[in-house]
């Protein structure tokens, strides 16, 4: 079944200490990208990558890191989590020159 | 300003009402439109795209405006299931990477 993969699905964790969301695509898809959701502010871009070793930022990338080793994941890294993070995070990817955006199930990540 | 603004809503009908989501624009080399739908606390899922020329899909109609930079969407015979948040998006001619722009999203809730 063609789907994008997140995990965990549900964190609560401490300021400071270090997380990862991994996501992954089974599509072969060139294009993934980051998202976080809030109450009001709707989807935020993070991050986005075009292709393996591609990367950029999106509108809201402070504190966040990701990286793109191979074409099918796409980790959010969060080096030293604050509760400003606290958020319902979405990972998505796309195949190039094509439009619809594939999200996976989302990531609830609160930080105390 | 933002790239996409969407009333935020909440919309609260009957069912079987007719109901209009309007979205506007910022960027007139907008290139491709589309409706997203989100369930409480899912992901987004592609909806419809939106063209030129306007388009329907059963019960749902999507309009453009490119002259105003409007985007609308008519939903009739409003069903129990139709109840979600609906997300307007914007591609840009030439966005790098091909980023999509998501409004904030309108609350639709449909009563029996």
């Known amino acids: 079944e063609a789907q994008v993969t997140q995990n965990p699905r549900y964190l609560i964790t401490v300021t400071g200490k270090k997380l990862t969301v991994t996501c992954s695509q089974n599509?072969?898809?060139?294009?993934m990208s980051w998202y976080r959701q809030d109450p009001g502010l709707g989807l935020r871009q993070i991050y986005y990558s075009m292709n393996v070793e591609v990367t950029d930022k999106g509108d809201v990338p402070e504190g966040y890191k990701v990286s793109r080793k191979e074409k099918r994941n796409f980790p959010l890294i969060l080096e030293s989590p604050s509760p400003n993070q606290t958020s319902l995070y979405f990972c998505?990817?796309?195949?190039?020159?094509?439009?619809?955006?594939?999200f996976g199930p989302g990531t609830r990540l609160t930080v105390l | 300003r933002k790239e996409v603004e969407q009333d935020p809503g909440p919309f609260n009908v009957p069912e079987g009402a007719t109901v209009a989501f309007n979205c506007t624009y910022s960027?007139?080399?907008?290139?491709?439109f589309f409706w997203y739908r989100q369930d409480c606390r899912k992901e987004p899922k592609l909806l419809m795209s939106v063209y030129s020329s306007g388009n329907e899909d059963g019960r749902f109609t999507a309009q453009l405006n490119r002259a105003s930079q409007y985007i609308s969407l008519l939903i009739r015979d409003s069903k129990l299931s139709d109840s979600a948040t609906y997300l307007c998006?914007?591609?840009?001619?030439?966005?790098?990477?091909?980023?999509?722009?998501f409004g904030r999203g309108t609350q639709l809730t449909v009563w029996p």
């Open positions: 998006v914007v591609k840009n001619r030439g966005s790098t990477l091909g980023r999509l722009y």
């Open positions: 599509m072969n898809h060139e294009y």
């Open positions: 998505a990817s796309r195949l190039a020159g094509t439009d619809t955006q594939y």
């Open positions: 960027n007139s080399a907008s290139q491709s």
